[in-house]
């Protein structure tokens, strides 16, 4: 947490950036979930996998070798696996290895089974009707659970596809107000008609109003009301919305005397209100008066654990209980994408594979798209100086040095992709895990590179 102008602000529940191996497990995703290996602390320590009974982690299917690998912990916290000679090998983040270090978010393939390292490792559960998630999620709502009964105002902040939604009827789920809620998107409201909108008029107010209106504000009475995209409201009506807020009453146009209003106000957006204030497109004081509590919803690439139970929960719903089953090179895919359009996005690709290939009895990686089922193809082991031969007399053809990345390039490759991570480092040839490394420690903000990307818009 954090203190933005005397208000509490919840920032996303897991970083790559700023979280390291001290304070993560390694889950098993796939084919089913097993207890996680707590990789924190204890010391200096070797965990062997395997099928072997006297595995320290065990994995079950002839895909997995008796000793497959080994988790090799060192004293300052630092995590590596290792292959001991496997028959199926070992894959982090979809290369073949020999020998690798991990590092939060990192996807690990042994066989058949797929495995993710996680700051947050938690079970999977529906933490409000139609809200899905695990610990990460459960993190960051719990300041809202703590909030729900009170008539503190909200900022939810999160991009697209996150659930700001979901999130805003959980909220008023748990306040236990006996009124509806209702749900505006500020950016769809025609600024001519916005204040009517919200505030509510009376018939012949204006040319058109062939009939009276409540208006959202009145329409939410004992209830909730949540303004999404709120930055979006014309500056001026932005000033009588917080007139309304602190008089807790509405100006309906036409009509003579203010109406009384008892309404929980929820603001939410993709962007800190406080960025819009900066950019003169919202008002400072409106934000001191609607900054209860600022919670940032983590996008689902920082809960890539929570990736497959979500899409296994959304294929059993949306195919109505009857879905395909799914293979190790689907699931590592799933698990390896960044999801930039977050739960939206997965919500719209289990309709699509239901619709395209619903009658098959597996879904494999070739009925990914191509965004998601394209990414490094298998390579020989990065530590093994051995694996690249030549055609004539197999002799190791040593691969040409790579040139290393510093962290100026990556930050001009973040400038040029507008903040986007994922974008940066494949402009430079890198991982993501890799590109978070660099930044790690270091004064890079994000949120500064993304604003030039915004004004352009």
Same mark, same amino acid.
């Not at 947490?1 to 889950?27: I, K, N, P, Y």
């Not at 079950?60 to 090799?72: E, F, Q």
């Not at 930044?439 to 590179?449: F, K, N, W």
């Given at each position: ?14 970083? /790559?950036?700023?979280?390291?191996s001290r304070e ?15 990789l924190?602390?204890? +010391? ?24 497959? /690998?080994?988790? !090799? ?8 696996? /290792?292959? =001991? ?9 979809g290369?073949?290895?020999s020998e690798?270090? #991990? ?25 409000? &009707?139609?809200?899905?998630? +695990?610990?990460?999620? *459960? ?5 809202l659970? *703590? ?15 996150t659930g700001?939604?979901?999130v805003?009827?959980?909220?008023h ?15 769809a409201? $025609? ?46 009506l ?9 008089e807790?009453e509405?100006?309906? #146009? ?16 993709q962007?800190? =209100? ?6 003169g ?13 600022a ?26 209980? !009857? %879905? $395909? ?34 009658g ?6 070739q009925?990914? &798209? ?10 020989? &082991?990065?530590?093994?100086?051995l %694996? ?11 691969a ?8 100026? %390039? ?8 507008? +903040?986007?991570?994922a ?9 993501? *895990? ?7 420690? *270091?004064?890079?903000? #994000? ?5 030039p ?5």
């Amino acid at each position: 947490m954090s203190s933005v102008g005397g208000t509490t602000t919840v920032t996303e529940a897991a970083s /790559a950036a700023s979280v390291d191996s001290r304070e993560a497990a390694l889950v098993w995703l796939f084919p089913r979930p097993v207890a996680p290996v707590d990789l924190r602390g204890g +010391g200096a320590r070797e965990l062997t996998i395997g099928r072997e009974e006297t595995s320290a982690v065990w994995l079950g299917g002839n895909d997995v070798s008796r000793r497959h /690998a080994v988790l !090799r912990v060192a004293a300052d916290g630092s995590v590596r696996i /290792a292959d =001991l000679g496997s028959r199926n090998g070992v894959r982090v983040n979809g290369r073949a290895i020999s020998e690798a270090p #991990l590092a939060v978010g990192d996807v690990v393939r042994l066989g058949g089974w797929v495995g993710l390292v996680t700051a947050s490792p938690g079970a999977f559960s529906e933490i409000a &009707p139609g809200l899905w998630g +695990g610990a990460a999620l *459960q993190a960051a709502l719990t300041p809202l659970r *703590q909030a729900a009964p009170s008539d503190l105002p909200i900022v939810l902040e999160g991009e697209t596809g996150t659930g700001k939604e979901l999130v805003a009827r959980a909220l008023h789920r748990w306040s236990g107000r006996p009124g509806p809620l209702v749900a505006v998107n500020c950016a769809a409201l $025609p600024e001519g008609l916005a204040e009517g909108e919200l505030f509510g008029y009376r018939r012949g107010a204006f040319t058109g109003a062939d009939r009276a209106s409540a208006g959202f504000f009145r329409g939410a009475h004992g209830g909730t009301l949540l303004l999404d995209e709120v930055s979006d409201l014309p500056l001026a009506l932005q000033a009588k919305l917080l007139r309304v807020l602190e008089e807790r009453e509405v100006q309906p #146009l036409g009509e003579i005397r203010p109406v009384p209003i008892d309404v929980r106000v929820v603001v939410a957006g993709q962007q800190p =209100l406080i960025e819009a204030v900066r950019t003169g497109r919202f008002r400072a004081d409106l934000l001191a008066r609607l900054d209860g509590l600022a919670v940032r919803l983590p996008p689902l690439r920082r809960r890539r654990e929570d990736v497959l139970p979500l899409f296994a929960h959304l294929l059993a719903e949306l195919g109505q209980g !009857r %879905a $395909p089953a799914i293979e190790s090179d689907f699931a590592e895919r799933l698990c390896m994408h960044d999801w930039p359009f977050n739960v939206r996005e997965l919500v719209l690709l289990a309709k699509r594979l239901l619709t395209l290939h619903g009658g098959e009895v597996t879904l494999r990686a070739q009925h990914l &798209p191509e965004r998601i089922a394209g990414g490094p193809a298998d390579s020989p &082991p990065a530590h093994d100086p051995l %694996a690249a031969r030549g055609a004539a007399g197999g002799r190791p053809v040593p691969a040409p040095p790579a040139e290393p990345v510093e962290l100026p %390039a990556l930050v001009v490759a973040l400038r040029a992709s507008g +903040g986007n991570v994922a974008r940066a480092a494949a402009m430079l040839g890198i991982s993501r *895990q890799r590109a978070y490394r660099l930044m790690e420690g *270091q004064a890079v903000d #994000l949120e500064a590179l993304r604003r030039p990307e915004e004004k352009r818009e």
